[in-house]
């Protein structure tokens, strides 16, 4: 045996489970072809540590990922957990300290249409030209969503957006890295025209940009960006945004393609560690029907072994394997188009693990 990893599984809620099954047929099959070795532990994250534990982030759980090279996770949240107090709820409760406690401050989120899947998309072919492939870099665990006071005093509430110069230089060279890799372009998103810690973020961005002569950098007011981005999505290669602005463009951005269902996502920090999830919920409106898309969860799987254990060679090979299945047709219903064959949850997978 080669490479060993150690990967902390959270299943989460909804179908979280069931397309976390079809990841894991998927890694049993890479551990195979590619002769390395991953030990896999799953924990309860979201809802079901809530029912289980009394929490939705349990110190068990935390301690798994912090002690793991890896964390694969499905999503968490649903209507049975939606009339807690808000501070006890899934995702205020669980995603938000995740992320903040292994210091996840870079959240990628690649948007791509396959060739295959571009009538899937709401947008017309002459505007998509044949395909799409963005990347959105979001800040997450700064920014609004974190920023303090935030205070509710009856008929007043108050949320404050902060951001320090090392923490927009973080993310911004994770942005400009990626581009080097890709297409060589920045797009840096704020709304300096309004908001004085943006004009801070477009400052430290025009500066940093120096560093990295090979890469263009515009900048844009996210109002006119959101715009943009069903006007031209293909104007953009790597999109960078503050935490707000990412989780909206970064949505939008996923609508493009079609599907919540075909895209996956990576936190990372520091180092090697990330955490990797697909971009949509837990989709309670279609839990438990066999129906949901695996292929964000499989991609997400993907994205672990280019970016947390350095084989790009394997997500190219999971890459090839989803474009095969399409290639020959089948879809899952959320992405179904006339002349195409459906599938449901696991036989995707299955085809998918197979085409390896
Ligand atoms: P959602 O992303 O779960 O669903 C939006 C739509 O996309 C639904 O119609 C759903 O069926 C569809 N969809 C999503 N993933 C799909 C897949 N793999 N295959 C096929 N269709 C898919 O968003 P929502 O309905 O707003 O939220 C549902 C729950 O998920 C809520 O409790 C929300 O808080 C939670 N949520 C969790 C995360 C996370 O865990 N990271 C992210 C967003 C929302």
Redesign the pocket.
Known sequence: MGDKYSIAVLP?D??GPE?MAEALKVLEKIEESFKIECSTTEADFGGIAIDNHGEALPDSTLDLCKNSDAVLLG????PKW?NLPPEQQP?RAG?LPIRKELGLFANLRPAIIFPQLTAASPLKDEILKGGMDLLVVRELTGGIYFGSPKVREGDKALDTLVYTKPEIERIAHVAFKAAEQRQGKVTSIDKANVLTSMVLWREVVTELAKEYPEVEVNHMYVDNGAMQLVRNPNQFDVILCGNMFGDILSDEASMITG???MLPSASLGEGNFGLY??S???????AGKGI??PI?QILSLGMMFKHSFNRKDIYDAVFQSISGVLEAGYR?K?IYTPDCTVVGTSEMGTMITEKL
């Open positions: 989460g909804g179908i397309v999503s968490i949240g649903g939606e995702e995603l599907s919540l269902g999830e697909p949509g919920g837990s989709a309670p409106d279609i949901a898309n964000a899952t959320d």
